[in-house]
């Protein structure tokens, strides 16, 4: 008798403790997915070259407020997302960013500096966000560019790469860099982003029951190729855009810095001046072509979630669009991407995670693409990874970011001081670090020499002075402060954050021509 009392007691205590979890805790972003049974499954959307010049990202903050974009699949994406408008990647060269999100780890750590390094070839051992769902049941899928050149086969359950037409019709020797793609080619020949897309949904049809079910869930990673260059999308996505919205000048700039020395990237020496000044109906055209792009991306975008609304899949699945870094189109005097700049490091990144951003949040808070590692997993329902050490390069599983899920309740929330960004000149020992906070951008480039078994670090001031931008005043970073009177105290401030920064990055307790 005694012993059934007890066990009523225990019973009643269950129960309110159940129901205080349900009433106190059913807001709580911990709880999300937190068992096997609710886990969801993931569509990871990255996409190449695409700065935020997107209809969900227009408003008095945008730098990009002079044409107004044709993106209502990834404006609807993001009007049920966390909207973060303020992320930045980490590297704006293709292979360092991604490899830097989907390890979770900064690229001094992943050793990834360039487009040719492949991190388990050097050595390092790092779970990616693809391989730690397949290692938790998942049916792990890559389709097309998710890393850049390797497949990284511990990541998945099958990959599917694609070979590229455009190769076929375009003549880069000429300076050809857009082309209108006719009904009749992509007929003949689909366009590498439309086959990827196609497969991806075949492939969702083909998973949907054993993910409805809670047999398997999946993670399906796609990589759209656009708008990378060359710019060919299908003719009809050029009609959006008549060819005077591509009119912009590009800026002057009153100071030196390293983005003038990288010349006109993918564009044809030829189409520009002695001033790296494009003529204006090339520029118009070109700039056109990127928009065009945009929007067939888009397009494909609004396939893929008309899918998962067809399958039955979305209140279960969390989705995410993120870009590997920007571009510029002129900017800066600048065509191309890494450098350290805003329209550069800037990138679109949203989330949504069903139940919990139905509504859509928007934060301007300060966050980073390899946050988005952390905050996936959570998202899914799995066992976050834990916090990485200083020096993780011979830690397999861990995270550099934060789960950014705490801006879902609370979008003003202070999830970091500042969001770094880096690249590197070509393969030579000169590297820039740069810091953007909620006000300003502050840049320095080092050289990093090895010495042996040790490694000296030292500011390059001479030939690659630093930049101080005040985006109160300057979003478009045209005007470099860093001699400027006024911003001693500031310019000061900044520089021992970034040193400190540095030195951890590179493993040195101290940097040659330090300024304390």
Not at 130 to 144: D, E, L, R, W
Not at 431 to 449: A, L
């Amino acid at each position: 008798m005694k012993s059934r009392r007890i066990a009523t007691v225990v019973s009643s205590l269950i129960v309110l403790l159940a129901c205080y979890k349900w009433f106190s805790g059913s807001n709580d972003i911990r709880q999300v997915g937190s068992s096997e049974s609710s886990r969801k499954n993931v569509l990871f959307m990255i996409t190449d070259d695409m700065r935020t010049q997107l209809g969900c990202y227009s408003g008095p903050d945008s730098m990009f407020d002079t044409i107004r974009m044709h993106t209502p699949n990834l404006d609807r994406l993001a009007s049920k997302s966390l909207l973060l408008r303020r992320a930045y990647s980490q590297y704006t060269l293709c292979c360092p960013s991604r490899s830097s999100m989907l390890t979770g780890r900064r690229p001094d750590i992943t050793g990834v500096l360039n487009n040719d390094v492949y991190w388990r070839n050097i050595g390092l051992n790092f779970t990616t966000l693809p391989q730690y769902f397949k290692q938790n049941g998942y049916h792990s899928i890559g389709i097309a560019k998710v890393f850049h050149k390797f497949k990284d086969p511990p990541s998945w359950t099958e990959y599917t790469k694609f070979g590229n037409p455009e190769k076929d019709v375009l003549d880069f020797k000429k300076g050809a860099t857009w082309l209108a793609y006719t009904n009749e080619q992509n007929a003949d020949k689909p366009l590498f982003d439309i086959r990827a897309t196609d497969y991806a949904i075949r492939r969702l049809e083909e998973l949907a029951p054993k993910a409805r079910s809670g047999e398997e869930p999946f993670l399906l990673a796609i990589g759209f190729n656009k708008p990378h260059v060359s710019f060919v999308c299908p003719e009809d996505y050029f009609d959006l855009y008549p060819l005077e919205s591509g009119r912009r000048y590009m800026s002057k700039l009153d100071w030196q810095t390293p983005i003038v020395r990288e010349g006109a990237g993918m564009v044809n020496v030829s189409m520009i001046d002695g001033e790296l000044r494009m003529k204006d109906v090339v520029l118009r055209e070109h700039r056109r072509a990127y928009f065009a792009c945009i929007s067939y991306v888009d397009d494909l975008v609004g396939q893929l979630l008309e899918t998962l609304d067809r399958l039955g899949l979305s209140d279960t699945t969390v989705v995410t669009f993120v870009a590997d870094h920007g571009y510029h189109l002129g900017e800066n005097g600048k065509f191309g991407k890494n450098v350290l700049t805003e329209v550069s490091s800037h990138v679109p990144m949203m989330i949504h995670v069903p139940g919990l951003t139905d509504h859509g949040v928007e934060s301007n808070s300060i966050v980073e693409s390899l946050d988005l590692f952390p905050t996936i997993v959570q998202a899914a329902g799995l066992e976050p990874p834990p916090r990485c050490p200083d020096d993780s390069r011979n830690v397999s599983f861990c995270a550099q970011g934060t789960s950014l899920l705490t801006l879902v309740e609370d979008p003003d929330a202070h999830i970091k001081d500042a969001a770094f960004t880096q690249i590197r000149f070509g393969t030579s020992s000169v590297k820039g670090y740069s810091m953007r906070t909620d006000r300003y951008r502050y840049t320095e480039y080092v050289r990093v020499d090895a010495l042996g078994d040790s490694t000296d670090v030292y500011i390059d001031l001479q030939d690659n002075p630093p930049e101080l931008f005040d985006h109160n005043t300057d979003k478009e970073e045209t005007v470099n402060r860093i001699s400027s009177s006024k911003y001693h105290n500031i310019e000061k401030e900044l520089r021992r954050a970034l040193h400190d920064y540095i030195k951890k990055s590179n493993g040195v307790s101290s940097l040659r021509s330090e300024i304390d």
